[in-house]
C-alpha cells in the first residue's frame, strides 16, 4: 500500500478496521495471506463450537457485509482492490471450510488451497477480478476462490 492511501484509512473507522481484516491487510508482505490467516481463528471457533445453520448464517452475513465494507474502504482510498482490502479472504476462508471436520490437517488444506485458487485466479476468478469493480467485484472473486477451494478441501478429506 503506497503512503498517501495509507493516510486515506483510519482503523479507528470500524468500516475501515474490519474491511482491514483487524489491520492484518495492512502487513507489509502478503498482505492477503495474513488477512486469511486473520480468519483462521474465527473459522475453527465456529467449525468447532456451532451448528451448520450459524456457520452457514456467519458465513453468509460476512459475504453481504463485504459488499459494503470493501466498497466504502476501496472508495475511501481511492483505489480498487488495494490489496490491504482482506474481508475478502476472510470471507474466501470461511466459504472454503463449510461442513469441514475442523482438524489442524483440514485448516491447513483449506488454507493452502483457498490461497491457490485467490493468487492463480483461474477462470472464471480472473475474469471477474478484472470486470467487476466496486464492492461486488472485491468480493465476489474471493466467493469463487472460496467456492473452488471448499470443493478441493472436501474431496482431499473425504477422498483421498
Known amino acids: ?16 478496521f474490519l ?8 502487513a507489509p508482505k502478503a498482505p492477503g495471506t495474513f488477512g486469511t490467516l486473520a480468519a483462521v481463528p474465527l473459522v475453527v471457533l465456529l ?15 460476512v459475504c453481504v457485509l463485504g459488499v459494503y465494507l470493501c466498497g466504502v474502504t476501496a472508495r475511501d482510498m481511492q483505489v480498487h482492490d488495494d490489496s490491504s482490502i482482506v474481508w475478502d479472504e476472510i470471507a474466501g476462508l470461511l466459504i472454503t471450510m463449510i461442513a469441514v471436520p475442523i482438524s489442524w490437517h483440514s485448516v491447513l488444506v483449506g488454507f493452502l488451497l483457498f490461497r ?15 470486470r467487476l469493480h466496486g464492492g461486488l467485484g472485491i468480493m465476489l472473486d474471493d466467493i469463487i476462490a472460496g467456492l473452488m477451494a471448499l470443493a478441493g478441501t472436501h474431496l482431499f478429506i473425504y477422498w483421498l
Open 19 to 26: 474491511a482491514l481484516g483487524f489491520g492484518s491487510g495492512l
Open 1 to 16: 500500500m503506497q503512503p498517501d492511501i495509507r493516510q486515506r484509512v483510519r482503523l479507528l473507522n470500524p468500516i475501515h
Open 47 to 61: 467449525g468447532l463450537f456451532t451448528p451448520l445453520y450459524v456457520y452457514l448464517g456467519v458465513t453468509l452475513l
Open 116 to 130: 491457490l485458487f485467490d493468487i492463480a485466479k483461474p477462470w472464471p476468478i480472473g475474469f471477474i477480478d478484472k
